[in-house]
T-cell receptor
Framework: RKEVEQDPGPFNVPEGATVAFNCTYS??????FFWYRQDCRKEPKLLMS???SGNEDGRFTAQLNRASQYISLLIRDSKLSDSATYLCVVNRPGGSQGNLIFGKGTKLSVKP | SAVISQKPSRDICQRGTSLTIQCQVD?????MFWYRQQPGQSLTLIAT?????????ESGFVIDKFPISRPNLTFSTLTVSNMSPEDSSIYLC???????????FGDGTRLSIL
């Protein structure tokens, strides 16, 4: 099983749609979880951290299920500007300090 | 959050040469890292840059190929040595305040080797 696995995508959705991305991780001892966004030919940027109780930031909702080792990101009312690749990121316990494992990403394309 | 500047932003190099990439942060940061992102792939950690001591390399990466310096808490360099076409990639530095906190990235160096 890969350390971090994401929906392969791409997701092609119309403006205003709700879209959900899923991610699974293999190490049950992982403690830190994030969603990053990466635009084409740009660096990854932190979208949001994922907390155990779930958290929301505007149109974005992240959830964590530790029992299933599963993370999700929900985007409501999609905008054209949401088009990007979304990276699921999990820390690797016991690895080098601050070692984060990046998923391969799910590409989202929001169409008019 | 910190402003992270990388130089150069891109370069085209000849096989067998070496290139040093600089990462400058506008404030002191505890942790600095170097990543590689090959075309169509996700990010892979090369090493953790330790201030005043040798970097900590991940499996598959060695100091002779990727020497790293970190003379202070705001600056680090990564050298890609004896380059081959397989080294064509985006190289990114990142910073974090602690091991369980998110990392923030520089805008990357796009490297092509002919």
């Amino acid at each position: 099983r890969k350390e971090v696995e994401q929906d392969p995508g791409p997701f092609n959705v119309p403006e205003g749609a709700t879209v959900a991305f899923n991610c699974t991780y293999s190490n049950s001892a992982s403690q830190s979880f994030f969603w990053y966004r990466q635009d084409c030919r740009k660096e990854p940027k932190l979208l949001m951290s994922v907390y155990s109780s779930g958290n929301e930031d505007g149109r974005f909702t992240a959830q964590l299920n530790r029992a299933s080792q599963y993370i999700s990101l929900l985007i409501r009312d999609s905008k054209l500007s949401d088009s990007a690749t979304y990276l699921c990121v999990v820390n690797r316990p016991g690895g080098s300090q601050g070692n984060l494992i990046f998923g391969k990403g799910t590409k989202l394309s929001v169409k008019p | 959050s910190a402003v992270i500047s990388q130089k150069p932003s891109r370069d085209i190099c000849q096989r067998g040469t070496s290139l040093t990439i600089q990462c400058q942060v506008d404030s002191q940061v505890t942790m600095m890292f170097w990543y590689r992102q090959q075309p169509g792939q996700s990010l892979t950690l090369i090493a953790t840059a330790n201030q005043g001591s040798e970097a900590t390399y991940e499996s598959g990466f060695v100091i002779d190929k990727f020497p790293i310096s970190r003379p202070n808490l705001t600056f680090s360099t990564l050298t890609v040595s004896n380059m081959s076409p397989e080294d064509s990639s985006i190289y990114l530095c990142s910073v974090s305040v602690s091991s369980n906190q998110p990392q923030h990235f520089g805008d990357g160096t796009r490297l092509s080797i002919l």
